[in-house]
C-alpha cells in the first residue's frame, strides 16, 4: 500500500525549485536518488518523496526557471510527486496541466 502524497509546504517548495534551477550537485544527486535529495531540502521533504522515482531526464535549470511559479503552485497544492513526469525535461511546463493516472 502506498500513501497518498502530500503537498510540500511552501518554504521546501521554494527551496526545491532554487536547488533544482540552479545546483549542478542537487541535481545531479535528484536525478539519480530523488529522495536522498528531498531529505537535503527538509525532514519533511525527504518524507513525503520515499516512493519518488525519476521518469525521465531532468528538466534544464532553465527549464525550471522558467516555469517556477507554475511548479510552485503544484507542489504546493497537490500531493508534491503525483506527477513524477512535471520535472522531465521538454515536459516540465506542459504535463502542469494533465490529470496524473489513477
Known sequence: MTSIPKP??????VR???LLGSDDDFRTLFQANPPAALAIVSEAAGKA???CS???ALAS???????RSRLLS?????????????FVSGDVDSS??????P
Do not use: I, M, N
Request: hydrophobic share 30%; aromatic share 4%; glycine share 4%.
Open 16 to 18: 526545491l525549485l532554487e
Open 8 to 13: 510540500l509546504s511552501p518554504e521546501d517548495s
Open 96 to 101: 502542469l496541466s494533465r490529470k496524473p493516472r
Open 61 to 67: 535549470k532553465e527549464e525550471f526557471q522558467a516555469a
Open 74 to 86: 503544484h507542489l504546493t497544492s497537490e500531493g508534491a510527486f503525483t506527477l513524477p513526469h512535471c
Open 49 to 51: 518523496s520515499v516512493d
Open 54 to 56: 525519476s521518469a525521465g
